[in-house]
């Protein structure tokens, strides 16, 4: 039964990936709930399946069994089109590698999820780039992402992510590419802006700082989830 509480409610989730002759169980019957507007830090060890869980809930891969519910929306049982359709919309991804297009400015990269979803007034473009200038890059604004520093293409990253006002971010290590300082720089702006769209986060991370900074705190391991209580 979906929570009447949660945002995200996840049940019974599994997914498994064929290894040569083997089968490698990656969880088997998860379970999880999270709540509208939470910052939600996920942690573990490397290939314990964290990114194979944004995967999931981003309606880029499908489980094997199992159901992902997003804002009263059985995701799992979407069609491929209608899954995209879903994401394009209503999720925002935010990578360690930024993937901005390269052949595309940083306003028309910053700009693109507006025109995706049919978006791009005039005043939603206008706020956008009224973004632009609060991170420091409205200069820079005709420029190719080839010609910007690590902290500024992540920081671009972070406002395409949210410049539609998604339901959820889905967060793969994006601080994880950059040097501390730039790195918190980045992370105090994806929290500054978590707070104005009130936006649903999860973050896979390896950093404590960052753990010590979310709602709540997921540990994944061995194809189960714990919950970290201060």
């Known amino acids: 039964m979906v929570s009447p509480t949660s945002f995200i409610t996840i049940q019974n989730l599994s997914k498994h990936y064929a290894e040569g002759d083997q089968q490698r169980h990656i969880f088997t019957s998860l379970h999880l709930d999270i709540g509208r507007g939470e910052f939600v830090a996920l942690l573990g060890q490397s290939g314990c399946g964290k990114s194979t869980l944004l995967n999931l809930l981003g309606g880029i891969d499908l489980p094997d069994a199992g159901q992902i519910h997003i804002a009263g929306q059985r995701v799992t049982a979407l069609s491929e089109v209608e899954r995209t359709r879903f994401r394009r919309r209503h999720i925002g991804f935010v990578f360690q590698f930024f993937n901005l297009i390269p052949t595309l400015t940083v306003e028309e990269n910053l700009l693109l999820p507006l025109e995706l979803n049919g978006l791009a007034t005039a005043e939603r473009r206008d706020r956008a780039l009224e973004l632009l200038d609060r991170v420091g890059l409205s200069d820079r604004r005709r420029s190719f992402p080839e010609r910007l520093s690590g902290g500024e293409q992540q920081r671009l990253a972070i ?72």
């Open 159 to 230: 406002l395409r992510a949210l410049v539609h006002e998604p339901w959820l971010l889905l967060a793969d290590e994006p601080t994880g590419n950059l040097d501390t300082t730039t790195g918190e720089r980045v992370l105090e702006l994806l929290l500054s802006l978590h707070r104005q769209v009130e936006t649903t986060v999860v973050m896979v991370t390896h950093s404590q700082d960052i753990a010590r900074r979310a709602d709540r705190v997921l540990v994944m391991d061995a194809g189960h989830i714990r919950e970290i209580t201060a």
